[in-house]
């Protein structure tokens, strides 16, 4: 009789451990392409203002794959259970870590105290707003600086410091190698329309443009523009780099343009833009 008693018990703690995961998972939000704070809230029965908050989202921007807590509960076991400190590794970039920890890129920067998006394998940022920011440690430099970028065509051997490992003398990405005056450049630009055949009008971070024809958005490339930045077009205005294409590869930008006809008289122009965040 003891030896079932036992056996109950234990059945039913490994029942309630698999219900328990279960539910976690469930507090948690694949975003899908096409998806919208609003559609979230309303599949999820809450709130786009609790959405927002428990997600630390400070717009209604959000992006394919970003992870989104639909539920109260969700958002305290993130704040337990999120690391503090990130390392970056090879081959990441602003916009991969606040995809992969479902934050925000001007977040990043904010904390970890960034003035543009050049980050280093083997630097530590932060991912909480209440964590210190990390400087990465290099051999022979003072604690707060950060190894400049070697140019290959200008340095003198003297000049790269062989102390520190090779990894962090070069970065990550050159989201930033073309740009003057900050986050100034010269871009080539076309234009696009959602009203095309086979078109859906959703862009790449789930922003309906037929629903939202007065909606200022262009598409870039993200590995030079972040997505989600606000980025001032000469000619055009504030826009939202919210959308992608296969042909938008470095410094090239596509308009979305609500009228066909205007957007195909656009035609191809050099245009000056500023990053603004």
Known sequence: MRKKIIAFFTGAMIVGALASGQ?????????????????????HGTS???????????????????????SADAAVNKEKNIDDVYTVKSGDSLWKISQKFGIQV??????????????????????????????TKTANTAPQQQPAPVQK????????????PKQDQEPVENETSA??????????????????????????????????PGQKVIAVDPSVIPLG??????????AIAGDTGGAIK????????????????????????????
């Open 23 to 43: 539910a976690s998972a469930a507090e948690v939000y694949k975003v899908q392409p096409g998806d919208s704070l609003w559609k979230i809230s309303q599949k």
């Open 229 to 238: 930045s606000k980025v001032e077009v000469e000619g055009y205005g504030t």
């Open 48 to 70: 786009i203002q609790q959405l927002k908050s428990w997600n630390n989202l400070s717009s209604d921007l959000i992006f394919p794959n970003q992870k989104l807590h639909i």
């Open 179 to 212: 740009r003057s005056d900050g986050n100034e450049m010269t871009v080539t630009a076309t234009a696009y329309t959602a009203s095309c055949n086979g078109c859906s009008g959703v862009t790449a971070t789930g922003i309906d443009l037929r629903k939202n």
């Open 106 to 135: 001007h977040e990043l920067k904010t904390w970890n105290k960034l003035s543009g998006d050049l980050i280093h394998p083997g630097q530590k940022l932060a991912l909480k707003g209440e964590a210190a920011p990390v400087q």
């Open 250 to 277: 470095g410094h090239k930008i596509d308009l979305f343009i609500p009228s066909q006809s205007e957007a195909m008289d656009f035609g191809v122009k050099q245009v000056k833009i500023k990053v603004l965040n």
């Open 153 to 164: 065509e200008t340095a003198a051997p003297e000049q790269v410091q062989e102390s520190a």
